[in-house]
């Protein structure tokens, strides 16, 4: 475990390997999670892959969720995060809001970005009502209210249903959530458009998506692919929105296949 104050925050953050190596991913998660979701994924990938993980604003041991803020706040945080630890380029992978988060670095310093993996992730995530609703529905019954519909958007019924006990532990990662980090978070979601960048992204780009993601659905992410020049799209089947989790041999089997690719 590590902590370093990025722009007037506590951020929680661990740094495994060298901060000029030739393989370094940085790793955003995705919406009411920590950096624990991408555990998984280490048990497959190469061990000459250095890895930066990070609880973003408002979430897991990053502090924040106190004060109202948006997607520019969260794409700072990262940038000077990886320019607190010495890390001049990397590749970035992001997960769900994890994927706006790392295509707002690309915009706002490109220099630090050799590939972008945008897993379950796309330039807009969702409509104005529903995030408004969402944000109505735990300021008035809390987290433990959207637990249960948030599980059967990131989860397959076969995980459901075979995986009970990890279920478990997922949705207490929810719960457990600053729920104002969380809604502030939600905010940020609903506020943010990155379609029009994506014709600007000129580093290479693999997008990827669950088949059964309840999030967001395999057409989204492809036409966000699509949108993006040479960028690679790969559907993994037999899962949800969150594929580190449930299926992290395919997850990781992607990810060093790109990384080798020039």
Request: contains cysteine; aromatic residues 8%; negative net charge.
């Amino acid at each position: 475990m590590a902590f370093a104050t990025i722009n007037g925050i506590t951020v929680h953050y661990e740094l495994l390997g060298e901060p000029d190596a030739k393989n370094l991913v940085v790793f955003s998660n995705s919406l009411g999670t920590d950096f624990r979701i991408w555990l998984p994924l280490f048990d497959e990938i190469s061990e000459d892959i250095s890895v930066l993980l990070y609880d973003s604003r408002g979430h897991g041991l990053t502090g924040g969720a106190d004060k109202p803020f948006g997607m520019g706040d969260l794409v700072d945080d990262l940038i000077a995060l990886v320019e607190h630890v010495g890390i001049k380029r990397a590749v970035f992978c992001g997960l769900s809001v994890g994927g706006l988060i790392c295509q707002g670095v690309w915009q706002k310093r490109p220099d630090l970005v050799k590939k972008l993996m945008l897993c379950d992730t796309a330039a807009k995530i969702g409509t104005a009502d529903i995030w408004n609703g969402r944000i109505d529905a735990i300021a008035k019954d809390g987290l433990e209210s959207i637990a249960d519909n948030v599980m059967q958007r990131w989860f397959t019924p076969d995980f459901h249903n075979e995986r009970a006990e990890e279920l478990a532990g997922y949705r207490l990662m929810l719960t457990r959530q600053p729920a104002d980090g969380y809604s502030a978070t939600c905010a940020a979601i609903r506020d943010t458009d990155f379609t029009a960048a994506l014709a600007t992204i000129s580093v290479p780009v693999l997008c990827v998506v669950g088949d059964q993601d309840g999030s967001t659905p395999p057409e989204l992410v492809e036409a966000m692919a699509g949108a993006i020049p040479n960028a690679r799209f790969e559907i993994i089947e037999s899962c949800g929105h969150i594929p580190c989790v449930e299926q992290p041999e395919e997850l990781a089997e992607l990810l060093q296949s790109f990384l080798k690719k020039a």
